[in-house]
Each structure stands twice: as structure tokens, then as C-alpha cells.
């Protein structure tokens, strides 16, 4: 049942809240440093806003897909906590970037970890449920049993 | 079971294919105008188509991610609406912005309004889930309850 | 369920790694062609990776959206092998645009055909699904009984 993915669908709304977050923040850089529409070049304060809002629009998609994937396929708790650490890195970014294009490295780094541990676990979750599919085998199970004994 | 969402699904084949319909305007704009790629700039009246299209493609995510948990969480019907009166204001507002900076505002706005609509919905959905689901207290029912006595 | 749909999650991870891969490949441009953030213009060659990767973030949600649906409500082996066809021909489309504006169209022409197959098997399910739902008679199933007689 999609119900069950409660907390997943939560990251979800924040990331979206996040998105329209810096989506008014590029507005109000607009208005601030004189840049009518559609010109999106001519100030570099402006520019870095817009660069930080655009850049996180690219990830965001990507960031859902391996969140659910993870959260589904892996285990959702855990996908959860790492959603929420991304969504906090992201906010880091985006007013790191809006200072200077220096401090916006140290939270795209921690960010960029954080999207390749969900893709991680996501894909471990995914080939673990094809082998058991195809193969009959699921070694996630196999490799628990084995501590256990 | 995911057929239960073919209207949610419907309302997202309809959205990709807006953007495929954007996406051509672009390319039309590219030879009515002589703008060649990679260049995307020289001319105001293709940059504001070019910006029209970017702006619904940063949107579409974040439009497809409350459409879907507002349809799934809160009531699919109701979200099926607000999802088509999105894709109208949408088109409305490329349309707009081709003609002029100015005219892309009202519909930008209603389709804000629209999306803000459908991220409360989906808001208030998982938060009686979550609710229901981690303190076994269901708000949407008890307050359905409270008005049917 | 959605465990089901483990091949199609296959195809979503593949797709993230590729997009990330894009976007590392822009970050190396920028530091080949000296373009530093957040400017993205001054070397047609740098504006041509940097043009290559948007395109394909703008992409990217309309690829996965008529991926899931047409797996989903039409075929998901299908759609799986789909799904690999326009992975591989983005990947050529970002190669031949990295060389050239002019190497970027038969890969571009491709994939925007196998966007289109997939838009059709997703419609084709979902207005299936809808029938049957809503008017009771579900047009493939007749089909194929026909087909068989």
C-alpha cells in the first residue's frame, strides 16, 4: 500500500516547500539587484542566487528517485533520516552559494554524499529484490541469517 | 494496488506532454528568432520563451510530487481538478510570457495558487496518516465523526 | 505492490547515475575550459557540456513519469527495454554535443522516439485502465479475446 510510505511522502512536501523556498528567494534577488525578466545575467550577487536555485532544481528529481527507491526497496527509516539530512545540506548550500561561490563547496560535498549513500542502499535494495525475483535467492536475507547463526 | 491512480496518471501524461509541446515552441523559437545552440541569449523575444519553458520545467517535479501525494494521501478526484487547472494556467502562462514579461504574471500566479492548494492537501493527508499510523489517533476521521453526530 | 517493479527502479537508478555523471562531466569543463561559477558562458566548447546536461535534467522527470506509467499500466518488460534504449542514446546525445551542435541531433531525434513510444504505451494503459474502471469494458482484454477467437 502507498500509505505505508507516510514518512517518505513528509521528505517529499519538505524538499517541495524547500524548492518553492528558493524559488521566492530568486525572486526577491531580482528585485533586489535590478534584474528584470527574462534576464538572468548582468549582477553576480543575482547571478549565484539564481545559480543555487537552478542547480537544486536539477538535483531534486534525482534526490526523490533514489529517496523512494531506497525508502522502498531498503528500509525507510533509514532513507528518512538521510532525506533529512540532504534537505538541511541543500538549505546550507543555497544561502552558502548566495554569500560567495566558495561557500557553497562544503555543503554540495556533504549533500553529494548523501545522494550517493541513498543510491547506495538503494541500489543494493533494488538487485537484492531482482535476485530473489529471477534467482530465488535474496542474499539481504541469507547474509542476516548467516549472522544470527 | 497502483491502477487505483490511472486519473493521477492521466493528469501526469497530460503534464509531459505540455513540456514535449513547450519543449518544440523552444526549437520553433530557435529558427524564428536565428538563435543557434548552444547559444541561449541575443534576443529578448526568444529569451522569454526559453525562460517560460525552464520555469514549468523547474515547477514540474514539484508539481508531479503534490499531485501524486495529495491524490494518494487526501482524495484523488479533488487532486485530478487541481491538477487540470494547473496544466491550464500553465499553458496560459507560456503563452503569456511569448507575448510579454507582464502578461506571464496572472497565470504564474494562479498556477502558484493552484500548487499551494495541492501541497496543503497533501499536507493535512499525510499528516493524519502519520498521525493515525505512529499515535493511533485518525484526525480526518474523528473530525468527519464529530460533524456527522 | 511495489516491490513488483524492481526492473523499472533499475532503470530509475541507471538514469540518476547517468545525470550525475553529466553533472560531474560540467564541473571538468568548467575547470578545462577556466568557467567559474556561477558564470555559464564565454567558451561556445563549455556551453555546449553545460547546454547537453540541462537538457537532460529537463528530461529527466518526463522520461521517468511515461517510464513508471507505461510499466506500470501497459508492459513493464517493455518499458524496461525502452527505458534502456533512451538511457544509451542520451549518453551518446551528451558525447555528441559535447563535440559538436551538429553530432547532438541523431541521438536527440532517438531518444525523443523512444519518449514518444513510451508516451504512447502509457496512454494506451492508462486510458485501458480508465475504461474499465469507468465504463466497465476494458478494450485490450476484448482485443486480444478477439485476436484468440
Known amino acids: 500500500?502507498?500509505?505505508?510510505?507516510?514518512?517518505?511522502?513528509?521528505?517529499?512536501?519538505?524538499?517541495?516547500l524547500q524548492q518553492a523556498y528558493f524559488?521566492?528567494?530568486?525572486?526577491h534577488a531580482r528585485r533586489r539587484?535590478?534584474?528584470?525578466?527574462?534576464?538572468?545575467?548582468?549582477?553576480?550577487?543575482?547571478?549565484?542566487?539564481?545559480r543555487a536555485h537552478l542547480n537544486s532544481s536539477e538535483y531534486f528529481p534525482?534526490?526523490?528517485?533514489?529517496?523512494?527507491?531506497?525508502?522502498?526497496?531498503?528500509?525507510?527509516?533509514?532513507?528518512?533520516?538521510?532525506?533529512?539530512?540532504y534537505l538541511c545540506s541543500r538549505y546550507k548550500y543555497f544561502k552558502g552559494y548566495s554569500e560567495s561561490a566558495l561557500k557553497r563547496l562544503?555543503?554540495?560535498?556533504?549533500?553529494?554524499t548523501m545522494l550517493w549513500i541513498l543510491l547506495g542502499l538503494a541500489s543494493i535494495g533494488v538487485l537484492n529484490q531482482l535476485s530473489s525475483q529471477y534467482l530465488g535467492y535474496n542474499p539481504i536475507t541469507a547474509a542476516r541469517s548467516h549472522i544470527e547463526l
Do not use: C, K
Request: charged share 10%; aromatic share 18%; glycine share 6%.
Open 106 to 112: 562544503r555543503p554540495l560535498y556533504f549533500s553529494a
Open 62 to 85: 534525482m534526490f526523490l528517485s533514489v529517496l523512494w527507491i531506497a525508502g522502498v526497496f531498503f528500509n525507510q527509516t533509514l532513507a528518512f533520516f538521510i532525506g533529512v539530512l
Open 1 to 16: 500500500m502507498l500509505d505505508d510510505f507516510a514518512p517518505l511522502a513528509a521528505i517529499t512536501i519538505l524538499g517541495v
Open 33 to 50: 539587484f535590478h534584474i528584470s525578466p527574462p534576464a538572468v545575467s548582468g549582477n553576480e550577487d543575482f547571478e549565484r542566487v539564481y
Open 23 to 27: 524559488s521566492l528567494q530568486v525572486i
